[in-house]
């Protein structure tokens, strides 16, 4: 299975970029697939999942709103439209998946958004300036 994420570049603030991921590999369409971004001195965030059999949704408070994360699973693509950049959306942008992939996992009494993904892309940069 290989992910190859795409769509990164240089965008002024208030612009828009659509990353897509393709997912190579895959004998069945039942994956969850998640988008994480890393900034430079930061640590790794989830940015927006899916689950694999779509019940469950997540988007980082961050980027609610702003982001919509769609899935093709006919064409194992993941994309993530990413509206009203901002300069602090500058990353790293990831895709990830796995095989009934959940989404969110249940810590304790609250749902978290589900990092240990099988298979990670290479990632795609992603520059917004102001």
């Known amino acids: 299975v290989q992910l190859q994420a795409s769509g990164g570049g240089l965008v002024q603030a208030g612009g828009s970029l659509r990353l897509s991921c393709a997912a190579s590999?895959?004998?069945?369409?039942?994956?969850?697939f998640g988008w994480f971004r890393q900034a430079p001195g930061k640590e790794r965030e989830t940015v927006a999942c899916i689950s694999s059999i779509g019940d469950s949704q997540y988007y980082s408070e961050s980027v609610k709103g702003r982001f919509t994360m769609s899935v093709d699973n006919a064409k194992s693509m993941t994309y993530l439209l990413m509206n009203s950049l901002k300069p602090e959306d500058t990353a790293v942008y990831y895709c990830?998946?796995?095989?009934?992939?959940?989404?969110?996992?249940?810590?304790?009494?609250?749902?978290?958004?589900?990092?240990?993904?099988?298979?990670w892309g290479p990632g795609t940069q992603v520059t917004v300036s102001s």
């Open positions: 990830a998946a796995e095989q009934w992939g959940p989404c969110t996992v249940l810590a304790g009494t609250r749902r978290i958004p589900y990092v240990a993904y099988d298979y």
């Open positions: 590999g895959f004998t069945k369409h039942d994956y969850g």
